[in-house]
């Protein structure tokens, strides 16, 4: 049966309760409503949503220490100093590196390196050891993306072996910060330029927008040396996958981003977007985010050969051809692992014994999917859930939160005392401990989450606004595309619809379902697809009444154009 700890709200009702009216302007109403909803009733704002002039955007030099690392970057240059690039191995950090070196080399510079480190053997961080390698290597200037900001003793290393290092990062800074030669992160206490909402690849894109601007006023580069819109395909790809708000700056440079990775002429993304039917038709964030990132992401859970940084850079067409392939088999073990993996879980929960929390370890889970694994499980049982791999005495794991009111890295920090390591964030956080101090973890986390509420929260979701079946048409659909993108703080519109009955249900492979509706009068009709539909999703639906929540889609299958639903919740009147 239907969960009864998910709340449905109607933003448009929280919109109205604060007295916003509806939109000015030849809008249709349900357009209006919508944009009420998302509380945009600005006809100036309606305006630059629709055309996202790029001359809205921020001049780069508003972030702190960007105008002193151009300066030392451009002194490197000119020095001929060996430069290396250290970016995180997630597709953020990976697409950063991407337009990075790309950027640079076409601004020519070509004394360069980069440098990723593993995601299974290394794991996430600027690393001492890296450093001293990259000192072997004849290294002077290190420059990071997405990643470093708290990186106190990689760049003290640095500092021995008489490299000078560039943070460029977003992440929140701790209380002591790196001595680094200057450190770039717009969310820093000091930065004034209001970017805090960039990811790695964006805060790198900035890095490089000043940098050509300030080569050209030296007479170091011209113009037509770097087309800096074509760097505005790695910035999609980072700011949509590392789920950053889509507001301000973002949102103008993803709206143009997307257009032009659509229309890519790099090898390795063509290639691989063709091989997914992402091809003769615009380009949407969740193509990119849901369809296009998982794949690449399977490179670096599965390391079993190239990285996505591989498929970026690969100027041959043949050789990009050889890649996708092991792109999509690669992400097949990954959808292998991760299946096994939840089955595993879901079966180990049934005897678990705590209310507030779920802990599930296992030597069979690959360390590469337990945040899916455990997001999976977050969000189908409500509950903060920590996943981890037993491996030689030790377990590593991930740990997730269900909702925004838990926080599972506070509830690391409770447990700290037996951990090896841990950090993150409050909703997504990493852990280890040796396997002798399993129970005693175990037990820290029910004394923390005892403590932090006694009951469990609903998850709520929240959605624009009513529609009815008859609604749902082709002009609603290009209406909704024009005021897109959508993501992170702007998320796609999900439009809830009652008193539907029930005409057919179809079971899919994966546990996919496609079911057909139609209104109370049996006037109108329209299939909806149901990804990883409940159990309780099956025929003895047939003829009853449902309310759902349907995200409107177009399908494109063999060169037709159609529209779709599909539901994301959904409950027996």
């Given at each position: 049966m239907p969960s009864k700890k998910v709340l449905w709200r109607s933003r448009e009702e929280v919109a109205v309760e604060k007295g916003l009216s509806l939109p000015s302007g030849e809008l249709p109403y349900l357009i209006q409503k919508f944009l009420r909803a998302r509380e945009v009733i600005d006809s100036d704002e309606i305006k630059k949503m629709v055309s996202a002039p790029i001359g809205d955007l921020k001049d780069p030099s508003s972030i702190h220490g960007l105008d002193q690392a151009v300066q030392r970057i451009i002194k490197a240059q000119e020095a001929n100093e060996k430069i290396c690039i250290y970016a995180d191995f997630d597709l953020d950090g990976t697409s950063g590196l991407a337009l990075l070196y790309e950027g640079l080399e076409a601004l020519g510079f070509h004394n360069l390196i980069y440098y990723q480190p593993k995601r299974l053997s290394e794991g996430y961080g600027f690393h001492p050891h890296a450093v001293e390698d990259l000192s072997n290597q004849g290294v002077s200037l290190i420059i990071t993306v997405d990643v470093g900001i708290t990186a106190l003793e990689a760049v003290q290393t640095a500092k021995e072996k008489n490299i000078d290092v560039i943070i460029t990062d977003h992440h929140q800074p701790a209380e002591t910060l790196p001595v680094a030669q200057v450190i770039v992160n717009p969310n820093l206490p000091t930065d004034?330029?209001?970017?805090?909402?960039?990811?790695?690849?964006?805060?790198?894109?900035?890095?490089?927008?000043?940098?050509?601007?300030?080569?050209?006023?030296?007479?170091?580069?011209?113009?037509?040396?770097?087309?800096?819109?074509?760097?505005?395909?790695?910035?999609?790809?980072?700011?949509?996958?590392?789920?950053v708000p889509l507001v301000g700056d973002n949102r103008i440079l993803v709206k143009h981003g997307l257009i032009y990775l659509e229309k890519t002429e790099r090898p390795g993304l063509r290639c691989l977007l063709n091989s997914l039917g992402l091809t003769g038709r615009p380009l949407t964030s969740q193509d990119v985010s849901i369809r296009f990132a998982p794949k690449l992401n399977a490179l670096s859970r599965m390391e079993e050969g190239i990285l996505p940084i591989h498929i970026f850079l690969e100027k041959d067409v043949e050789q990009a051809k050889l890649m996708v392939t092991q792109v999509l088999d690669s992400n097949q073990h990954r959808v292998d692992h991760q299946q096994s993996g939840e089955l595993e879980a879901f079966e180990k929960i049934k005897s678990w014994t705590f209310d507030k929390f779920i802990f599930v370890s296992s030597p069979q889970f690959h360390k590469g999917v337990l945040g899916l694994i455990a997001t999976k499980v977050a969000q189908q049982m409500n509950k903060p859930t920590f996943v981890g791999v037993e491996v030689d005495g030790v377990i590593m794991g991930s740990a997730r939160a269900p909702n925004p009111d838990w926080n599972?890295?506070?509830?690391?920090?409770?447990?700290?005392?037996?951990?090896?390591?841990?950090?993150?964030?409050?909703?997504?956080?990493?852990?280890?401990?040796?396997?002798?101090?399993?129970?005693?973890?175990?037990?820290?986390?029910?004394?923390?989450?005892?403590v932090e509420g006694s009951e469990l929260r609903p998850r709520i979701v929240e959605y624009d606004c009513n529609l009815q079946l008859h609604e749902v048409t082709t002009s609603l659909m290009r209406w909704l595309d024009v005021l897109g993108p959508y993501g992170q703080a702007f998320p796609p519109p999900l439009f809830a619809m009652t008193d539907l009955i029930v005409g057919q249900v179809y079971a899919l492979k994966g546990n996919h379902k496609k079911l057909m509706?139609?209104?109370?009068?049996?006037?109108?009709?329209?299939e909806a697809l149901y990804f990883s539909a409940p159990e309780w999703i099956d025929k003895t639906l047939i003829n009853q009444s449902v309310r759902v929540l349907v995200e409107p889609q177009w399908n494109y299958f063999s060169g037709n154009l159609n529209l779709q639903l599909l539901i994301r919740e959904m409950v027996i009147n």
């Open positions: 004034q330029s209001g970017l805090g909402y960039l990811c790695g690849a964006g805060v790198a894109f900035y890095l490089l927008r000043n940098l050509k601007k300030k080569l050209i006023e030296l007479n170091l580069a011209k113009d037509g040396d770097l087309d800096l819109k074509k760097s505005l395909e790695f910035f999609t790809i980072g700011t949509l996958t590392d789920m599972v890295l506070a509830a690391l920090t409770a447990t700290s005392g037996i951990l090896n390591r841990f950090g993150g964030h409050y909703s997504a956080a990493g852990f280890e401990l040796n396997q002798k101090y399993k129970e005693s973890f175990i037990q820290g986390l029910h004394e923390h989450f005892e509706f139609f209104d109370k009068d049996r006037q109108n009709k329209s």
